[in-house]
């Protein structure tokens, strides 16, 4: 069964950081491209990041370019996002999840997400 | 930068009754679309890619149509569990998300 389970959401003041985790099982975590998604409180869903199978390619939204990082280790079959300079509209939940398959931008496993709220 | 949109916002359905959603796309996204459902407290969950494939296990009565710029998301007799926000998103390129419809209880 594919799990994907979030952490590392906590409450940080503005200007702060943080590094989310997403640990995967059940499937090869090495053959699937990966993302974050995020929700804000009541809102709709936000693409985030990618970063490929092994982690030669990452890409961001523009709201977070430039402060946020995505990363992969392979060996411990998890995600990762760091996150920096936040800001009071990054307070979100924080989705991982896998790409269906390298051609198609789809999202078929999600884990059930992480709390992240930016506020002083 | 393509924008996606989604009507109604809301939609009141009965039991058993079809439930037509719309999503449409700012620009050409060929057939480059998908469906996900969310609950309260849950994930987003795939429904329908490529337009109009169903994901593993969607039961038949989730339908996707459409190509280009209009698509629809068809549940031909809505059942008590899909009562839920339905998000289109596209991946001509960068995944983008409409913002959904919420399909409640009429």
Redesign the interface.
Known sequence: EVQLVESGGVVVQPGGSLRLSCAASGFTFDDYTMHWVRQAPGKGLEWVSLISWDGGSTYYADSVKGRFTISRDNSKNSLYLQMNSLRTEDTALYYCARQLSDILTVLDYWGQGTLVTVSS | EIVMTQSPATLSVSPGERATLSCRASQSVSS?L?W?Q?KPG?????LI??ASTR??GIPARFSGSGSGTEFTLTISSLQSEDFAVY?C?Q?NN???????TKVDIK
Do not use: I
Request: zero cysteines; proline letters at 13%.
């Open positions: 480059n998908a996900y969310q849950q994930a987003p969950r795939l890619y490529g994901a593993t998000y998103q991946y960068w995944p983008r998300f409409g913002p959904g």
